[in-house]
């Protein structure tokens, strides 16, 4: 017999009232007062005819953060059966995420769908691609902090930490005690590409990504933040030969994409695919591995079409 698993969900709309509950889950369910620090809310337009007949209404709530705001709502108590009825309920512009309550205790919470559109404080670690090398502009990164930023002057920020030549292994190692200070609500993992190259002593980082996703995990929900990980951009193997003593393959780097967003999707956490956008343009990589100006601009317009 399969014991159904309880759950905590977050709402603060109209998963709060008894006679949508009722509706959903047969009846209302056991709730708790609860409050969601570093969030605030936006009005977003419903069209779905069902999601309007249940709630009564076309226009639901959404969060979006800010920092030093605080959401009022309530945890409900959900069985798995319940869980599948929320889900299937929300729209798709809202994805299933785990926060953290101002309690300290975690609960999942919709939060929109693309994960840097409600974001304020981005913090990106990672390699030298997330560095923006070979890009005296700064990279697909510096082009994200101009948009993001001239967006809300007075509360949008986006701190770059990548650096060059990072394993997933640094980077989970480095970005705990890099956050304090920075106060994010959003931290991108831009890394990875190096722990796919396969070194002279043989040794393969590959089977390790995970461990180290789900370090950075830990760490962002320590800080309450939202953790995005950015999957790998295709590489032209045919010209990064041996580079700096490792040797690079797009075997290994379709690899280290599929272990990422298969992490993701178990693990409930936002990923981004970076592989489109200079895929079979050898023109766009310099050095068959890292982006042309050109190439950074193109992902940052890839980056904007997820997010927008």
Not at 246 to 260: K, M, Y
């Amino acid at each position: 017999m399969t014991t159904s698993r309880p759950h905590t969900l977050f709402s603060f709309g109209t998963l709060m009232d008894e006679q949508v509950q009722t509706a959903l889950f047969g009846q209302a369910v056991p709730t708790s007062p609860a409050s969601l620090t570093g969030y605030t809310t936006r009005p977003l337009p419903i069209t779905d005819p069902s999601v309007i007949a249940t709630s009564g209404l076309d226009v639901h709530l959404t969060l979006r953060r800010k920092y030093g705001a605080v959401v009022e709502g309530a945890v409900l108590h959900l069985t798995d059966q319940d869980l599948a009825a929320a889900d299937a309920y929300e729209v798709d512009d809202y994805a299933r995420r785990r926060v953290r309550l101002s309690s300290g205790e975690s609960a999942w919470a919709y939060l929109d769908a693309k994960p840097l559109r409600s974001a304020a404080r981005i913090v990106v670690v990672g390699d030298s691609i997330a560095y923006g090398r070979c890009d005296p502009r700064g990279g697909w990164t510096a082009h994200l902090a101009a948009e993001h930023i001239a967006a809300n002057e007075g509360e949008h920020r986006v701190f770059n930490l990548a650096i060059p030549g990072s394993t997933l292994l640094d980077v989970s190692e480095q970005t705990p005690g890099l956050l304090a200070a920075r106060l994010p609500d959003t931290l991108m993992v831009a890394a990875g590409i190096n722990d796919s190259a396969t070194t002279p002593t043989g040794g393969d980082a590959l089977p390790h990504v995970t461990d180290r996703l789900d370090a950075l995990a830990a760490t962002a929900s320590s800080h309450n933040a939202r953790l995005v990980v950015a999957g790998p951009i295709w590489l032209d193997e045919e010209r990064t030969h041996d580079y700096e003593g490792l040797r690079f393959t797009e075997e290994r780097a379709l690899s280290l994409r599929e272990a990422a967003r298969s992490w993701c999707d178990e693990n409930h956490i936002d990923f981004l695919d970076l592989w489109d956008p200079l895929h079979k343009r050898p023109d766009l990589l310099v050095d068959g591995l890292h982006p042309t100006p050109e190439g950074h601009l193109a992902l940052y317009q890839h980056l904007n079409t997820l997010n927008r």
